[in-house]
């Protein structure tokens, strides 16, 4: 049956961690399925270290904006994180958030149709304050946009605060 759960939350709000365990936890082979592009080496280090603190139970896949080309029937699925894979398709898309949205919204419907147990983890960047710069301004407002769809799509929705879980939903 097919299981839709969002974990959303601040930087270092321990979302990951927390996916991580409830992955495995409803699962003893699950896959990670990683958004992330890479960009510069300091990036590089910090995916390296996500990489390392998984262990060989995992199935690792690396895949920066088509989910839906990788088929997981019956498996529980952690995709980390909503916020690279927007990222991803705003790069490419040229900053254009319409065009973004609308991909988003059509990839995650593809990949999420199919009969698995999916863990999206995400930021919630629009909790500060409003940036001066206009690309970061509307890239906060198509993130607000894409939770918002996940979030309706999500049979549950956890925050993390401080390390801290709070159902939502």
Not at 32 to 60: C, I, K, M, P
Not at 108 to 113: A, G, P, Q, S
Request: overall charge negative.
């Amino acid at each position: 049956m097919k299981k839709i759960i969002m974990i959303t939350g601040g930087a270092r709000s321990g979302k990951s961690s927390y996916a991580e365990q409830l992955a495995l936890s409803l699962s003893s082979n699950p896959v990670y399925l990683a958004t992330a592009r890479v960009w510069d080496d300091e990036f590089r280090q910090r995916v390296q270290n996500h990489q390392e603190r998984r262990g060989s139970e995992w199935t690792n896949i690396e895949e920066e904006k088509e989910l839906s080309k990788h088929q997981l029937p019956g498996r529980v699925v952690l995709i980390d994180c909503i916020t690279m894979w927007c990222n991803n398709y705003f790069f490419d898309l040229h900053d254009e958030v319409d065009a973004t949205l609308n991909a988003m919204k059509q990839e995650f419907k593809e990949f999420t149709n199919q009969d698995a147990t999916f863990i999206f983890v995400t930021n919630e960047i629009g909790m500060g304050g409003t940036s001066p710069n206009n690309i970061q301004r509307r890239f906060t407002d198509l993130q607000g946009w894409f939770n918002q769809f996940v979030s309706s799509q999500a049979d549950e929705v956890i925050l993390m605060v401080s390390g801290i879980p709070v159902k939502i939903k």
